[in-house]
Structure formats: structure tokens, C-alpha cells
């Protein structure tokens, strides 16, 4: 036989070597939740089609392709909340055209769906995303000098990124979490060393929950045994302090009608229900043991692991919720409970901040104490205070750290939200998911409408919450937590498996689209593929 022959055919095991999976699509767990089982669904097989079907749509839809120095970088196509062309930095134009959050999004969804066609791996996708996480850092760790691994939060148009690679904006702590996540997922799936290797994702893992460790948490010894709460991102600690008067229209911490009170270090200890991912610091501290080296040693000179790290971050979010945010929560281990008892739905508010007391003249807070969030938090276009735009993720973050760690606050957590999924979509004998709304207060009312200042028009508008797919689709991930093993009635049990099949099929086959941009179809379609993922148990996690 010819050399080109043999060459070929070492070419070929070459490129096989470098993409084979060890997790190929459909790869399925069993976490003791219950799956759609209605006749067009209660295959493997089958909820693997619907889900193959929506993700190729989804990839046509918004993954989109920059070719640079011979090097294909993917981006996630999607509007941007908050940041603007004003916001990037000089000699960049136009607006952000996708951002970290969408980054991360894109990097877990095309491991998971690693072999879902048979004929291209899904490797080259994943491997382009991370080439545009290395390219656009984040510029907002204020202080002089620093660099870090988190990523920038915005991303500038397609035609700038030819340009020197530079910090565009400040990260986002959400965004930064699932990309650490996936790189993890990313070396279960392909590995990082040896031939055929493109990235030492595990390695770059590290560098970056090092990081994520360093600059969004905050930590004090007035917390108890010290716990760590999540903050926003690294951009607090260049902006620590609240000034009223910086938000649109004015914010009102402390109740009165002053707006131009200053509170120090308040934004350090402000939290986002949404980057609340235990599931995540669960796998972070099965990969990683030891000391974590971007932590001070404790004052007495023990050193922070991993394992520290992480049990302080996921215990600092279940003191918040049950203590704060949970009605049903009677008191034990978190303390005396602290929320409105008409909190029973398991709902969370879109930003989590410190309790204040006291007159404009003499106000003080606590780091321990906290409450829903004033409306106007960092400019948000949702009411801060209630489940809304940023909140309506927790459910399906809470699903997740139930299939990673089996933790049982989750569980009760989780079946709280399924039940308040189970009464609002109930209609006629039936589950109607079109029922579900797009913002809820924290005892479970729908929200219509919400009046606030935007700062692109300069001007105070009112806006409307019609059906939220995306918070359908979020809500329904629980359902699975209500079966045999949940200790519920039968007729809840019918109740919960009815609505997860009518949820499945309300899901596979509603996709919003990214044109209009305004409909946001990017962040509906995205959750929407989470969910399917999530309910057909299509999800797994490094171990």
C-alpha cells in the first residue's frame, strides 16, 4: 500500500483520537427525577430528537462564526442588558452583540450535546468559544495594573475584534461560573493533555475559579464560621459604594424620600439569585482539593480549600433563602426565620441586598442580615425586588445542584417551585403553560407592568409582562422533584408528571427567534434548551 494511504489513515485516527466523547449525546443519568413519559416522549430516543431538533436550531439561530489570524472564534448572538457602545472602551463602536453570560451558555451547551450528529464533533464549536473567552477579558477588577481570567461582560461587534485583543468591560459573575463549569466539563468529555489535545481545559478551569474565588466573593469573619456570599462581579470592588443618586431615577435604600444617600461597601455584599449555582461549587470542589491560593490564610493561619471555599458558598445561599426568602422555613440550622410567611412558593427576588436600618442621617447595614433589593439596582429594566428577568433562572440553578450534589434543601426548594408551577398553569383539567407570566412577586402574584426610568431614552416608560416562555420553561425543570421518593400524595404526583409532559410538549416546538432583537429570543430559546436538557435527565456532571 501506498505512504499517502497509510498517511491518511493516521490522519484519520488522529482526528478521531482528538474528538472522540466520552459522553456522547444522549447521555443519560438517573437522578431519581422523573421525565415526560407521554406516548411521544417517554423514549430516550425520543426526547433526544426533540432536544437534537431544537439545538440544531438553536446553533443556526445564534452561533455565529469570526475567523481570525486562520482561528474560527464562536460567539452566542443575543442583546446585551446594561452595557451599550458607551460602554466600551475607546476606538470600539457600535453596541455589545453578545457577553459573557452568553459565552457560557454556548460552551455548555455544545458539550452536552457533544455527538448529537454523528458526522462533526461539536468540539470545534467549543474549542471557538474559548478562543473568544481568552480574547476579551475583563477590565473591571479595579485596581491598577490587575489582570485577571474572568471575562469581559460585553462583547464588541464583529468588526472590532480584529483589533489587539484588550479588557472591554468589567465580567459578570454568572457568565464567569458556567464558562469554569464547562472548561471541567470540557476534560470529562475530550481531556486535556495527551494527543490530539487543543486546550488544558482543566488547567484553564482552575486559573479561573481561582480567579471567580478572588474577586466575587465576599468574605468576613463577622459572618458566623465565615461565609462567603457571591457578589456581582469583579466591577464592585473598583465601585464598592451605593450612591443613590448614580441610577436611574434614583434609588430609595432605606425608605425615604432622600435619594442621595451614600452607603459604603454596600455593593459588596449585594447578591444576584441568579448566580447562585451550588451545583457548580459542588463539581468545582470534586475536581480541586488543597489550598486555594488567591485566599489569605484564616486568622489562625489555616489555609482555605476548595472544599472550604465551596461549603461556605453554598451554605451562605441556603441561609438566605430559607432564612430570608422562605416562608415554609420554621427555624433550625439558619436560624430564626426572617421572611414574609406569605413567601411559600419558593420564589427569590432578582437582587439580594443588605438590611438597612436606621434614618438617611444615621443608616447603617448589616453584611448578615439581608432583603429583596430595591427597584433601579444597577439600572436593571425589571423590578429588582421581585422574580423577575435575572430570577427567573434559580429554579433550573436549583435543579441543577439537586443532580450534582443531591443536596436535600434543594429538594424542598425545588418541590416548593413545582408546586407553584402545578396551580398557576392548571386550567380545565389540563396544564396550560401559556398561563405563566413574566414577572411574579415573591408570594407568587403575577406582575403585569412596571414603570421605570430607562436611561437610553431618558425618559420614564412603562412596561408590560405578557407570557414569559423563558420563565415556563425555568419553572418546569422542577417537576421532576415531585414522584414516589418525594414523600408527596399520589395526587400531586399525577399532578406534577401531567404537567412535565405538558410542559414537554409546549417546549419542543416553541422557539421565539432572534428577529426582533427586542423579543430577546436568545435568552427565551437558550432557556428553553436548558429545560429540555435538564428534564430529560440529558445532563451530567464531572465527577
Known sequence: MS???WTTIALAAAMHAATAANRAFPFETNYGLNRPNHAAADTTAERAAD??????QWVSDYLKKVTIGGKDHYYVLGPVTGPTGDDLPPGFSGNPISASEHTGYGMLLTVLMEGQDSAHSERPRFDGLVRTYQRFRSSGCGQAGCTTSLMSSALPPEADWTKNPVPVDDSATDGDMDIALALLMADAQWGSTGAGATFNYKAMAKTLIDDIIKWNLQWSSSEGAG????NMGDWVHGYPDLHEE????????NGDADSTDVFPKFLLSTTRPSDWMMGHWQVFQTKFSGPVPTLPAASNGAQWTYANVSSAVRTEIRRMHSKYFDGNYSGGVYGTPMADPSWTKGLVPDFVSPKVTGSSSSTTYSTTDVVRSPNGMIDEPFPSGQFSENACRVPWRVTWDIMASGHGDSRLWARDI?????????????????????????????INSFTYFDTALNKTVTKTFGHGPHFAAMLATTLGTINSGSGDSQDMQAKAQAALNEAWKYMRVRHTGPTPATNDGYFKDTLTLFSLLTIANLV????
Open 246 to 253: 448614580d441610577w436611574a431615577g434614583g434609588m430609595h435604600v
Open 227 to 230: 461565609l462567603f456570599r457571591m
Open 3 to 5: 505512504k499517502t494511504f
Open 418 to 446: 413545582a408546586k407553584f408551577a402545578i396551580g398557576a398553569t392548571a386550567s380545565g383539567g389540563t396544564y396550560d403553560w401559556t398561563r405563566i407570566g413574566s414577572t411574579y412577586d415573591l408570594n407568587g402574584t403575577r
Open 51 to 56: 432536544i437534537r431538533a431544537y439545538y440544531q
Open 540 to 543: 451530567w456532571f464531572p465527577e
